[in-house]
């Protein structure tokens, strides 16, 4: 029913910055939010962010805020992920995670139940 396409990984020196990007599909999302996490080797699978799809509001990891933005273009169904100010820290592969019962975020993974197939990110110099 859901589809998840993510995009936008790869290497950048500490500092820098990457945007990535999670187009959905199968089916018209409503009242859903849309999210990040992320899974170092060796770590589990860790909250980043997430966005309501209906009103917008937003939740971050406080290990990433400040530093970390996350928006949603609803015509195309896709979240972004915009990462400043990149720590080799935040080296690992992130995942696009829906949950379809978004009308309040959470950070609580058993919420999302949709999953995209992840995307390295890798912050070295």
């Known amino acids: 029913q859901v589809q998840l396409v993510e995009s936008g990984g790869g290497l950048v020196q500490p500092g820098g910055s990457l945007r990535l990007s999670c187009a959905g599909s199968?089916?018209?999302?409503?009242?859903?939010?849309m999210g990040w996490f992320r899974q170092a080797p060796g770590m589990e699978r860790e909250f980043v962010a997430v966005?309501?799809?209906?009103?917008?509001?937003?939740l971050y990891a406080d290990s990433v805020k400040g530093r970390f933005t996350i928006s949603r273009d609803n015509a195309k169904n896709t979240v972004y992920l915009q990462m400043n100010s990149l720590k080799p820290e935040d080296t690992a592969v992130y995942y696009c995670?829906?949950?379809?019962?978004?009308?309040?975020?959470?950070?609580?993974?058993?919420?999302?139940?949709?999953w995209g197939q992840g995307t390295q990110v890798t912050v070295s110099s």
């Open positions: 995670a829906v949950d379809p019962s978004g009308l309040l975020v959470t950070s609580r993974r058993a919420r999302y139940e949709y």
């Open positions: 199968g089916r018209t999302f409503s009242r859903y939010a």
């Open positions: 966005i309501s799809w209906t009103s917008g509001s937003t």
